[in-house]
């Protein structure tokens, strides 16, 4: 019963969500687990344009979800060789899946029992979602089963992308969006305007500190001794490639938040926060 209720309930949001447009389009993905393997269900085909994916976690353990849209004709072997490169350089080496793929957004983490929703608009072609990050043991969580692949059709599903309540910019290296927005539910719209690949991260700062203790404890030379963090994640937008744009929603409550974008620079080797994308909003 609980786990139908979590379905109709992440349905009915999806709905909700892509109601905004004209039309409604969407891609459920459910993460199932038994002992260590994992199943990632979802459709085989999608008609193109705008969607809204909907991704709902049954495992016991946090969901990373990424979706991206291969250039080439490149088989799984070797999209997830070049995954492979990506995490062996600790996400800082994207070279090789640049070459192959383009990433359209995800989520930083879907907690068991949880579910997240981000929309963009896909052309034809084919596409992967994959969990990003390792098991314990090391292995791959996309070699355990968080992979499927799906196909766009050149069909138009004549959806729309919602009206965007924010927007954001990412570029290379700032944050341009309101420094005050609104509480509660707001859709934003997350535009990568530079030629790295970003994300963006939200963190409510914590009553009491403020935005300078949120800089020193990233900025310190010893994390480790860098006492307990400011703030707490509310969540965001996970990767997005050069030129895209994808929407999502947050329920604010009123307060101060940081903005930034973790990923780090292979041309700088620098964290991307560190080079100027973390910024401070009001939440009223």
Known sequence: MKKMTATLTLALTAAAFAHQGHDHAAATFTLAQKNAAFTLAGPAS????YTTFAFSNTAQQPFTPVVARLKTNANDAAVKAALGQLMASHGEDMSAVEKIAEFVGGSAGVLPGKGYEFGANLPAGR???FGFGASEE???????GQY???TVTAAKNGAAAPRADVKATLKDFKLELPTTVKAGQQTWEVTNGGQETHH????????GKTMKDVEAFFKAADPSAAGAPPFEDVGGLETISAGRSAFTRFDLAPG??????FLPSAKEHAPHFALGMLAGLSVK
């Open 127 to 129: 596409y992967v979602v």
């Open 200 to 207: 963006l991260m939200l963190m409510r700062i914590n009553a």
């Open 256 to 261: 101060d938040y940081a903005v930034a974008c």
């Open 148 to 150: 499927r692949s799906f």
């Open 138 to 144: 090391g292995k791959p969580l996309y070699d355990l």
């Open 46 to 49: 999608l008609a193109s344009g």
